[in-house]
């Protein structure tokens, strides 16, 4: 089991920056691939990023790529999700989520693990 805790999420202008974390609550983080997806009222849970718990391979949804990185600190257990110029269009609830796959995945059903969500708003 591996209890993922979100945070960073708050209301920022257009344009703006902000870095979600995601806690992990075991030792073995260096095992698990970990992801990024957001979702909004009405939509399905979409994928943002990824990024490979062996390898550090990332991997990005062409609507972020460019300006989001993801990136891991194994000594705190924590994966980090950096937005930059952020648009209204992010708005939504994000959720980073751990698989023990090997390499990148941006399946949704790939991950085993979910943290409850951090809301990010964006205004214009």
């Known amino acids: 089991q591996v209890q993922l805790v979100e945070s960073g999420g708050q209301l920022v202008q257009a344009g703006g920056s902000l870095r979600l974390s995601c806690a992990a609550s075991?030792?073995?983080?260096?095992?698990?691939?970990m992801g990024w997806f957001r979702q909004t009222p009405g939509k399905e849970r979409e994928f943002v990023a990824t990024?490979?718990?062996?390898?550090?391979?990332?991997y990005y949804a062409d609507s972020v790529k460019g300006r989001f990185t993801t990136s891991r600190d194994s000594a705190k257990n924590t994966v980090y999700l950096h937005m930059n110029n952020l648009n209204p269009e992010d708005t939504a609830v994000y959720y980073c989520?751990?698989?023990?796959?090997?390499?990148?995945?941006?399946?949704?059903?790939?991950?085993?693990?979910w943290g409850q969500g951090t809301q990010v708003t964006v205004s214009s």
């Open positions: 075991r030792r073995t983080f260096n095992r698990y691939t």
């Open positions: 990024i490979s718990g062996r390898t550090a391979e990332t």
């Open positions: 989520a751990a698989t023990t796959l090997a390499s990148v995945d941006s399946t949704f059903a790939a991950y085993d693990y």
